[in-house]
Nanobody, 125 residues
Framework: QGQLEESGGGSVQAGGSLRLSCAASGRTISNYPMGWFRQAPGKERELVAA????????KYTDSVKGRFTISRDNAKNTVYLQMNSLKPEDTAVYYC??????????????????WGQGTQVTVSS
C-alpha cells in the first residue's frame, strides 16, 4: 500500500506564504491526477487545486486563483502547493489526494482514492 505524506504546514501571518509538499512512497503517482483539498472546522472538504497526471492542466477553486499554484515533479514523486498572499480564511487542514490512474482532475473528493493524513495551515490576521 502506498502512502501520501503532506508537509510544510504551519502558522503564518496574513499576507505570508507557505509551500506544501506531498510526497508519495510505495507508489508512483506519475500516472495519477493529484489534488489538494482543505477542510476548515465545521465546513466540508473542498478542492483547492488539482493537476492532471501529465501536469499540463491545473484547476483552482475561485477563492485561491492568482494566489496558489499547484505543481508536480514526477521524478521526485511529489506534488506541491505554493500558497501566497495567505488570508485568515485559508486556515484549514490541507490534504493531498490521488485520483484514478490516467483519469481526469475532479472537484469531487469521492473521485480521489488515496489520501494523506493532512497538514494544518493557520493564518492569523
Amino acid at each position: 500500500q502506498g502512502q501520501l505524506e503532506e508537509s510544510g504546514g504551519g502558522s503564518v501571518q496574513a499576507g505570508g506564504s507557505l509551500r506544501l509538499s506531498c510526497a508519495a512512497s510505495g507508489r508512483t503517482i506519475s500516472n495519477y491526477p493529484m489534488g489538494w483539498f482543505r477542510q476548515a472546522p465545521g465546513k466540508e472538504r473542498e478542492l483547492v487545486a488539482a493537476i492532471t497526471w501529465r501536469g499540463g492542466s491545473m484547476k483552482y477553486t475561485d477563492s485561491v486563483k492568482g494566489r496558489f499554484t499547484i505543481s508536480r515533479d514526477n521524478a521526485k514523486n511529489t506534488v506541491y502547493l505554493q500558497m501566497n498572499s495567505l488570508k485568515p480564511e485559508d486556515t484549514a487542514v490541507y490534504y493531498c489526494a490521488a485520483g484514478r490512474p490516467f483519469g481526469s482532475t475532479s472537484y469531487t473528493a469521492d473521485d480521489y482514492n488515496y489520501w494523506g493524513q493532512g497538514t494544518q495551515v493557520t493564518v492569523s490576521s
